[in-house]
């Protein structure tokens, strides 16, 4: 097997952690609202973060929430906006 740069090694392990604190966050979203986790939010969570997957990587803010008018996930910038 060849072996793995560091940089990709790192790069791949900070990705899986950004997904693990996204999973944390939109379940306290979810939590306050007495929902759970199922197939299609899971999904919608990953296609999310593929979206938005600059803004995580380069740490530029924004997060994952509920929205409830759209009764959905959605990417919330900081500076008031969403996508």
């Known amino acids: 097997m060849k072996r793995l740069s560091g940089d990709y090694i790192r790069g791949y392990t900070k990705a899986i952690k950004d997904i693990e604190d996204a999973f944390c966050c939109v379940q306290e979203d979810l939590s306050r609202r007495k929902m759970r986790w199922n ?7 990953l296609e999310l ?3 938005y997957r600059e803004n995580f990587r380069e740490n530029r803010g924004g997060f994952i ?3 409830t008018k759209l009764n959905n996930l959605e990417f919330f910038e900081g ?3 969403s996508r």
């Open 39 to 45: 197939y299609k939010l899971i999904v919608r969570l």
């Open 49 to 51: 973060f593929l979206r």
């Open 65 to 67: 929430r509920w929205n």
């Open 79 to 81: 500076d008031g906006g």
